[in-house]
C-alpha cells in the first residue's frame, strides 16, 4: 500500500510541477502568439491571445480620463462641460478603435506614438511579416505583478515607455490593457 502511495505522490507532484510550469511559461506563449498573428495577419491567433474586449474597456477609460484631466477646472461647472465630454466620448471611441487592431497593436507593440495612429500620421505601418515582427518584445522588460498579472515593459519612441498588461484566466493568458506613457513616464 505504502508502494501505491509513494507513486499517487510522485504523478501529483509532476502533474503540479507541470501546471506551475505552464502558468508561469503562459505569458511569454500569448507573446509568442501576438507575434504569430500579427506576422500571419491571422486574426484567429490574435483573438487567443488578446483579450480584445477588455483592451478596448481599458483603453477607452484610459483615454476619457486623460482628456477628462486635461479639461480645465473652471471649464468642467459650464453648462457646455456635459456636451463637450459627450463629443470627447465619441472621439475617444474612434481613438480605440484606431489602436486596437492588428496594425494598431503591431505599431504600439514597436513603440509608435498612438497620438499618430488616431491622427494617421504614421509613416509606413511596422511591417507584419515574420521579419517584421521578430523584434517585438525582444528588448522588453519582463515581469509578474502578481500570480495572475504579468507586465511587459516597451520604449516608446520618444516618450518613456509602455506597459503591456497580460491576465491569466486558468492557465490561459492574454493582453487586456496597454498602459499609454501619459505624461511622460520615464
Known amino acids: 500500500m505504502s508502494g501505491n502511495v509513494k507513486k499517487i505522490s510522485i504523478w501529483f507532484s509532476i502533474v503540479l510541477l507541470l501546471a506551475v ?14 507575434r504569430q498573428g500579427l506576422a500571419h495577419q491571422d486574426t484567429a491567433i490574435l483573438a487567443d491571445a488578446v483579450d480584445f474586449p477588455a483592451l478596448k474597456a481599458n483603453i477607452k477609460v484610459q483615454l476619457e480620463g486623460f482628456l477628462t484631466g486635461q479639461a480645465p477646472s473652471d471649464f468642467k461647472q459650464t453648462p457646455f462641460a456635459a456636451f463637450a465630454m459627450s463629443l470627447a466620448s465619441r472621439v475617444v ?21 498612438p497620438g499618430k495612429l488616431w491622427q494617421g500620421r504614421q509613416a509606413s505601418p511596422p511591417e507584419t511579416t515574420e521579419a517584421g515582427t521578430a523584434g517585438i518584445f525582444s528588448n522588453a ?40 506613457p501619459m505624461g511622460g513616464d520615464k
Open 21 to 34: 510550469t505552464a502558468a508561469a511559461l503562459g505569458p511569454f506563449y500569448a507573446m509568442h502568439q501576438i
Open 141 to 180: 522588460v519582463y515581469h509578474y505583478d502578481s500570480p495572475s498579472q504579468f507586465s511587459v515593459w516597451i520604449q516608446g519612441e520618444k516618450d518613456g515607455r509602455f506597459q503591456f498588461v497580460f491576465t491569466r484566466s486558468g492557465l490561459l493568458w492574454k493582453l487586456s490593457n496597454v498602459i499609454f
Open 93 to 113: 471611441d474612434g481613438m480605440v478603435d484606431a489602436v486596437v487592431t492588428p496594425q494598431g497593436l503591431a505599431a504600439l507593440l514597436h513603440g509608435v506614438n
